[in-house]
Antibody, heavy 121, light 109 residues
Framework: QVQLQESGPGLVKPSETLSLTCAVSGDSISPYYWGWIRQPPGKGLEWIGYIYYSGSTNYNPSLKRRVTISLHTSRNLLSLNLTSVTAADTAVYYC???????????????WGQGTLVTVSS | QSVLTQPPSTSGTPGQRVTISCSGS????????VNWYQQLPGTAPRLLIY???QRPSGVPDRFSGSKSGTSASLAISGLRSEDEAVYYC??????????FGGGTKLTVL
């Protein structure tokens, strides 16, 4: 049974880079999509982007200039980098596995437990 | 402002049937499939319905999904106290991004 575990700093200063990793256990990185989703405290879900096991990526246009999602296949790791953060980037960040079907009809299952990142000086 | 529109809240009594609506447009629900996620208090979302009306293994058949045109619905029959959660619809938008509804908080009275 696949399990996902996010990790990274819980506090990031404004203008710095938020870096998170997601460890995948119980299954291989291929042949799936791998996504990041975030949830500001008390608010709804926001899709950040995904990476296909082949390496192709797709990002939310509102974050595209600042976000990079990478796969480290040999270590079964997924990573997220978000540059020039502000308080608006404070959220719980989730990684999730996307089904191996075209993105337009895909879904996320399972999700990691999430990790809270606070942007503050 | 979410791309997909859901009512902020709904409620029901044990045993009742409730429905949650999700309204979109031709660029998302109208042309792609809809998924539903359940988020229990303090936990990560979990997949409840995929591809409009399919239930993953382990999801009770009290939960069902449907879609018509640019709208989708989640129905929960035989409501139970443990169904109290926030429910999100999701779809792919042809602007090349995933979109979520704002979430509907279900209260079991």
């Amino acid at each position: 049974q696949v399990q996902l575990q996010e990790s990274g700093p819980g506090l990031v200063k404004p203008s710095e880079t938020l870096s998170l990793t997601c460890a995948v256990s119980g299954d291989s990185i291929s042949p799936y999509y791998w996504g990041w989703i975030r949830q500001p405290p008390g608010k709804g879900l926001e899709w950040i982007g995904y990476i296909y096991y082949s390496g192709s990526t797709n990002y939310n246009p509102s974050l595209k200039r600042r976000v990079t999602i990478s796969l480290h296949t040999s270590r079964n790791l997924l990573s997220l980098n978000l540059t020039s953060v502000t308080a608006a980037d404070t959220a719980v960040y989730y990684c999730a596995r996307g089904a191996n079907v075209p993105a337009a009809i895909s879904w996320f299952d399972p999700w990691g437990q999430g990790t809270l990142v606070t942007v503050s000086s | 402002q979410s791309v997909l529109t859901q009512p902020p809240s709904t409620s029901g009594t044990p045993g009742q049937r409730v429905t949650i609506s999700c309204s979109g447009s031709s660029s998302n629900i109208g042309s792609n499939t809809v998924n539903w996620y359940q988020q229990l208090p303090g936990t990560a979302p979990r997949l409840l319905i995929y591809t409009d009306d399919q239930r993953p293994s382990g999801v009770p058949d009290r939960f069902s999904g449907s879609k018509s045109g640019t709208s989708a619905s989640l129905a929960i029959s035989g409501l139970r106290s443990e169904d109290e959660a926030v429910y999100y619809c999701a779809a792919w938008d042809d602007s090349l991004k995933g979109v979520f509804g704002g979430g509907t908080k279900l209260t079991v009275l």
